[in-house]
């Protein structure tokens, strides 16, 4: 999901993203809930993925 997220740079939606990853929609929700509520503690991460950088997690709050 963080894949199409940093990849794409045009709004996202619910749908979207889970046509392209040929999940449920409630799949992604939840995922993206989970994302969001551990946010704080990946940002402190010094060797974070560069997918959770705050441009991502910022798109990640458009789709909720």
């Given at each position: 999901?963080?894949?199409?997220?940093?990849?794409?740079?045009r709004e996202l939606d619910v749908n979207d993203l889970a046509t392209r990853l040929q999940i449920p929609p409630n799949v992604v929700r939840k995922t993206v809930q989970h994302i969001l509520n551990f946010s704080e503690n990946i940002k402190d991460t010094e060797s974070k993925p560069e997918q959770f950088s705050v441009r991502n997690i910022n798109k990640l709050k458009n789709i909720r």
């Open positions: 999901m963080l894949y199409y997220i940093d990849k794409l740079d």
